[in-house]
């Protein structure tokens, strides 16, 4: 009960974060959470997990989604192409000039600022959004 | 495999991709006008040396770099709105291919 009670925190406590930074709109559902944690110790076990994960589903998916629009725009990728999380930069045709342009271009759309470091290690959009994602956690904590 | 390809770049490619990224900073102060001139001329420049400069002619690259670096050190100067005077070296290099 104990260790169920201190797992079931540091787990609304996650969703909270990311959901601030998401979506504004998903509020409605976290004040839910909290009330139901409240009143019933034992049977919100399974539910706030679930509700984490489409909560931090939803916040990939859509910084994913911004990336692959600057992605797109960045390397003039031709319309009938699609860019999914998985793709690489270079099977895209970008080489390391498009990378450094990208990750500034990236920078300016989520207004952050990303070490050359690890801005060298990015070979794909879901790398990049993953380190995106970080950078905001860290600045917001 | 992409990544172990993108994690070996060489001391000079870290620097030359530095130098880049510093221009590209340098030019976000200036106007949006200019900012896109200049966005232009260095992705250019920089995209024309890539190709045309053989990777082992370290003397030339060196000597590139600190070129670049005096440049972007006087692009920074908030004085210094555009870049047109790099353009000069386009029309003197002739890249025959």
Known sequence: MATNALSGTSLSMRSLTSQTQAFTSLSGQRSGLISSFGRKNVSFNSQPRQIRLQISCAAKADTVDKVCEIVKKQLAVAEGETVTAESTFQKLGADSLDTVEIVMALEEAFGIAIEEESAQTITTVQQAADLIEDIIDKKSS | M????????????????????????????????????????????????????????????????????????????????????????????????
Not at chain 2, 12 to 41: H, N, T
Not at chain 2, 62 to 74: A, F, I, S, T, V
């Open chain 2, 2 to 97: 992409g990544s172990s390809k993108v994690q070996r770049l060489s001391g000079m490619q870290k620097q030359v991709l530095s130098l880049f990224r510093g221009f590209l900073r340098a030019a976000r102060s200036k106007s949006e006008e200019e900012r896109r001139k200049i966005e232009a001329i260095v992705s250019q420049e920089f995209r024309q040396n890539a190709k045309n400069v053989d990777r082992k002619n370290f003397l030339y690259i060196e000597y590139l770099l600190r070129r670049g670096n005096k440049q972007l050190d006087q692009l920074r100067d908030p004085g210094t709105t555009g870049l047109s005077s790099l353009q000069l070296h386009f029309s003197k290099t002739d890249y025959s291919e």
